[in-house]
């Protein structure tokens, strides 16, 4: 089994049995060479590399300059608004590997956990394989084409042609690939799967299915021990079976456990025990596996709604894709971590993973922190939604990509529901419910523990079928999408009373009426905004909207997130913190003029994916005593608001209002100040300062000390700040950075929806007065030290530590 590194050092600080093994699957992920176009021969062992480019994976060259250029943005792109206008394309990827001649007689396994897309994998000059979809994971077993003692060669060819994405997909191995060194007879790929059948305040029964393989030429009697570690590390309950498995053949060993007074894992609480599996033979152990879980109860009806251990829980919701903003789509664990952090700060307790697989490591975070998931499959079926997408490897291919999915997560306590897809064109079909039927039955041959669910568009009773093959019905915009009628819930509530609803995706502009219906209907477990994080692709949906064209290039960002692709809240998930949290305040100004050219055509009425067009801003030089509209977003009973000390009247911010209160407010530089009241108590208070000009450069990074695992990241927010440290939010001052140290700058950004400026090099322009600057640790520990330069301004530096 694959663990991630974090898990791995928590389990070896750990007290160990009598007997350990070294971690059996590393980290493969150092030391490649790429190529970006075509390179005829590159499988072969005897091709010339040597001018390749060397690099660690993660990668994705669609993030990088276009060659030639600095800019990963080019108009003429094939993507076009779909990516962002990035570039695809074809890449080649080589690795020398050896292995020494002390692990001949060893089963050898390459896993790779996503290549977008279209891989096709050589070792040693002999094919693998080929592997179509981009997001799932996948693996060979290479033990008879290795060579122990000599060099061996990996090849990796990567497709990423024609149009196949309506997001930034990435191209290239962006996640992470694992090699696993392990005795003929092992725990199988992805072979535990542990479950918690029956839970009470006093004791759990926890369910160990282990599968067992044996690829050695004799039967093997084979002792099964099974351990479980409470959330501290200690040892709570032991199993032990026996059993013979027969050569070439695999068993599955089914073990019952039970647990003293459970800690349940919650999203306020999640707590992870750990399953130790562990193969004897003889005296002698052979292979070790470690599994995290989580012991709780879930269940959807709807009289309760969503229930977790027994509790009704309200899904607060969003969507997202896996891009990682200035990183492109490379998955490193901490990127993947902290977007959970944020959404969690911003009171998410649930995401849908729109609409593939994610990455381990994100599942991982998520499990970690108490994040709920939607685990989906696919965007489509066997009917495309462009030219060159997924639905031409449908038919071959599907059973193998949903196998990947629930082997691999079924074990991840934060997972609830699995999705079989998005928007399916056939949904209306009697296809489309044949192919829904057999993806669910398909899907509870392996996980019986969740329910199904898929999102859902044109809302109308010819999709009743459809929704009748899942188990829970997943509304795509139905508090005015499809049909423009708020009712829908109610309505098909009073038609089908047995049916759970949530809303899969919701605009942000019908965020209100999106949860009030949550609130006010037991029988709507949640809704889901698209989206909870910004992304690169469906470039300007949030401003332009639909349709799209090329002329909407340099627009690259979809500008619809609560959260920007530098991890920055945005106004509307200030508004969405008024819905979902207590004594929420927050205050925002309506610019005079439109913060973007507008776009020339009308756009359709249902594409609604835009917030209010305010900005965090009392910055307004040359609107002196001209009104600015003033917008106030609050979960106090009422807000007054003050100009420079001077109170300008008290509103209600009540679910009459909306939660928002708004004045007309003649410009004065200063300070405006908002306070929320709830009773006769003073709440939250929230200001906007105008800012003088900039004196200099502020640099804060989310993590002072990172890990020296080659792997770890720090995110430093750089502002420009007046005297009093205001961020002057007008300024767009060029940036320039250096690093020493033994780090790397791996990403730069400043949410500026239509930059097309590099995402690689150690410079970028600031947007609303700030940057963003991800650097990287190397396996060198030491002092990491960044360097920020603007025109005019003091140099400013911050040291990170890597340890």
């Known amino acids: 089994m694959k663990l991630t590194l974090t898990l791995l050092s928590l389990l070896l600080s750990m007290t160990l049995h009598a007997q350990t093994r070294p971690a059996k699957t590393t980290l493969f992920d150092t030391g490649w060479r790429f190529h970006r176009g075509g390179a005829q021969g590159a499988e072969k062992p005897s091709f010339d590399d040597k001018q390749w480019r060397t690099l660690d994976l993660p990668h994705d060259w669609s993030i990088e300059d276009v060659p030639g250029t600095a800019s990963p943005f080019n108009p003429n792109a094939i993507s076009q608004a779909n990516g962002g206008f990035t570039m695809g394309g074809t890449g080649w990827y080589r690795k020398t590997f050896v292995l020494p001649a002390t692990q001949k007689g060893q089963r050898i396994q390459l896993q790779f956990d996503g290549v977008y897309m279209n891989s096709q994998v050589w070792l040693n000059g002999k094919l693998l394989g080929s592997h179509p979809y981009g997001y799932t994971s996948f693996w060979y077993d290479v033990t008879d084409k290795v060579q122990f003692g000599a060099d061996n060669i990996l090849a990796v060819q990567v497709r990423n042609e024609g149009e196949n994405s309506r997001w930034y997909s990435g191209s290239g191995i962006y996640r992470h690939v694992w090699l696993t060194v392990q005795p003929p007879v092992h725990v199988g790929q992805w072979g535990t799967y542990i479950t918690t059948p029956k839970i009470t305040t006093t004791d759990a029964q926890v369910k160990a299915q282990t599968k067992v393989a044996n690829e050695s030429g004799q039967s093997a009697q084979i002792r099964l021990i099974t351990y479980l570690r409470n959330p501290q590390g200690k040892e709570v309950a032991r199993t032990e079976s026996k059993q013979s498995v027969a050569a070439g053949a695999t068993a599955t060993i089914v073990q019952s456990l039970a647990v003293k007074s459970p800690e349940r894992w919650a999203v306020e609480k999640p707590a992870l025990y750990t399953a130790l599996t562990e193969i004897y033979q003889g005296q002698q152990l052979i292979d070790q596996a470690e599994t995290p879980f989580g012991i709780r109860s879930i269940s959807f009806d709807a009289q309760h709604g969503f229930r977790l251990n027994g509790q009704t829980l309200k899904l607060k919701g969003g969507c997202i894709h896996h891009d990682n903003g200035p990183l492109g789509a490379r998955a490193y664990d901490r990127a993947e971590e902290r977007k959970i952090e944020l959404l969690k700060a911003s009171g998410y307790n649930a995401i849908r993973c729109s609409h593939n697989p994610p990455s381990p490591a994100l599942l991982d975070a998520c499990d970690r922190l108490g994040m709920l998931v939607i685990d989906e499959a696919f965007d489509m079926w066997r009917h495309g939604k462009n030219p060159y997408d997924y639905h031409l490897y449908f038919d071959q291919w599907w059973q193998k990509d949903v196998a990947s999915m629930v ?397």
Not at 410 to 422: A, D, F
Not at 482 to 490: E, Q, S, V
Request: with cysteine; hydrophobic share 35%; proline share 7%.
């Open 407 to 803: 082997q691999r997560d079924r074990n991840h306590p934060s997972i609830i529901l699995w999705s079989l897809g998005n928007e399916i064109p056939e949904r209306g079909t009697a296809e489309g419910v044949k192919t829904a039927r057999q993806l669910a039955d398909y899907i509870r041959t392996m996980d019986t523990t969740r329910l199904i669910t898929a999102g859902v568009n044109g809302l109308s009773p010819d999709k009743d079928p459809y929704f009748a093959a899942l188990d829970v019905a997943g509304y795509n915009y139905a508090a005015g999408g499809d049909h423009h009628k708020a009712a829908i819930y109610a309505d098909d509530h009073a038609r089908l009373p047995k049916r759970v609803m949530y809303g899969s995706e919701s605009y942000p502009l019908e965020a209100f009426g999106s949860w009030m219906d949550v609130l006010d209907h037991p029988y709507v477990v949640g809704d889901f905004v698209w989206t909870a994080v910004d992304y690169i692709g469906e470039a300007s949906i949030g401003w332009l909207g639909y349709w799209q064209y090329q002329s909407f290039y340099p627009w690259n960002l979809a500008f619809c997130g609560d959260i920007d692709i530098c991890g920055w809240k945005r106004p509307q998930s200030y508004y969405r913190d008024a819905l979902w949290k207590e004594n929420q305040v927050s205050l925002f100004v309506k610019p005079p003029t439109p913060s973007f050219p507008l776009n020339p055509n009308q756009k359709e009425e249902w594409s609604k994916w835009e917030w209010h067009d305010v900005l965090a801003d009392w910055t307004w030089p040359g609107q002196e005593n001209k009104p600015l509209t003033v917008e106030v977003y609050s979960s106090c009973e009422q807000v007054e608001l003050f100009l420079n000390d001077k109170s300008l009247g008290v509103k209600p911010t009540t679910r009459a209002t909306k939660f928002v209160a708004t004045w007309s407010v003649p410009y004065q530089p200063g300070e405006l100040k908002a306070i929320g009241r709830t009773g006769n108590k003073e709440g939250s208070t929230a200001t906007l300062k105008s800012a003088d000009k900039p004196v200099r450069l502020t640099l804060t990074p989310d993590r002072q000390t990172i890990k020296a695992n080659g792997q770890d990241l720090s995110y430093i927010t750089v502002e420009l700040v007046d005297g009093r440290g205001v961020r002057h939010p007008k300024t767009e001052n060029a940036l320039k950075f250096k690093l020493s140290g033994p780090g790397t700058i791996v990403g730069v950004g400043n949410a500026n929806p239509v930059s097309v400026e590099s995402y690689q090099r150690p410079q970028r322009n600031a947007c609303q007065g700030r940057a963003l600057v991800i650097v990287k640790s190397s396996e060198q520990a030491g002092k990491i030290t960044l360097r920020a330069i603007a025109d005019g301004l003091p140099t400013a530096e911050v040291t990170i530590a890597a340890e």
